[in-house]
């Protein structure tokens, strides 16, 4: 159990468009979802948190406006890069945290590449 | 605040070695403590946690961790390694109830034929 999943797994875009990325949680409920973003040779590092029914908490220095969560059900959150630019092309990384088990799950990641 | 220390970038072994990664962290209180494996252009896939007890925990693929809290680490450890083994290994901390993690910078094993 505690399967997460991600769509799409890539996806390129010209700049200027925008880009939805889902995460589900395939066979648990979720009230917290996380977001990462990874850069080459890098850790993770968490753009926000996402709570079912509330507002997304940001991390300092992340664009709320630009990245936009929205954690609609327990099984899904959604993060939508708004007016993408190169800049933003990424691996960007989902997690799921399972409360009973105080872990966070992984979603298998979306490669991003704005052109 | 919570910071974890994985002192190794990069670590390479032969097929068969044993195999010692570190992590040190700095929390005030007893954390929640995990050890992830990335492999390239994937997810992490969680290895092992511990949270309290026994301080040897064992977890998938052959891989213990012990927590040591006088010395503030939680080595991720494996008897023998195989090449699929080859991946980048995060350490991370949590202590509080909705999950929040601190990384690791992470370690990059080479594993050697």
């Known amino acids: 159990g505690a399967v997460v999943s991600q769509h799409p797994s890539r996806v390129i875009c010209k700049s200027g468009t925008s880009v939805k990325i889902e995460c589900r949680s395939l066979d648990f409920q979720a009230t917290t979802m996380f977001w990462y973003r990874q850069f080459p040779k890098q850790s993770l590092m968490l753009m926000a948190t996402s709570n079912e029914g509330s507002k997304a908490t940001y991390e300092q220095g992340v664009e709320k406006d630009k990245f936009l969560i929205n954690h609609a059900s327990l099984t899904l959150s959604t993060l939508t890069v708004t007016s993408a630019h190169p800049e933003d092309s990424s691996f960007y990384i989902c997690?799921?945290?399972?409360?009973?088990?105080?872990?966070?799950?992984f979603g298998p990641g979306t490669r991003l590449l704005v052109l | 605040a919570q910071s974890v220390t994985q002192p190794d970038i990069h670590i390479t072994v032969s097929e068969g070695a044993s195999l010692e990664l570190r992590c040190n962290y700095s929390?005030?209180?007893?954390?929640?403590l995990f050890w992830y494996v990335q492999s390239p252009g994937q997810g992490l896939q969680l290895l092992l946690k511990?949270?309290?007890?026994?301080?040897l925990v064992q977890g998938i693929k052959g891989f213990e961790a012990e927590f040591k809290r006088s010395q503030s680490s939680f080595n991720l450890r494996k008897p023998s390694v195989h090449w699929s083994d080859a991946a980048e290994y995060f350490c991370a901390s949590g202590g509080t109830s909705y999950g929040k993690l601190t990384f690791g910078q992470g370690t990059i094993l080479t594993v050697h034929p």
């Open positions: 929390y005030g209180a007893t954390p929640y």
């Open positions: 511990y949270f309290s007890g026994d301080t």
């Open positions: 997690s799921a945290h399972r409360e009973l088990q105080e872990t966070q799950y």
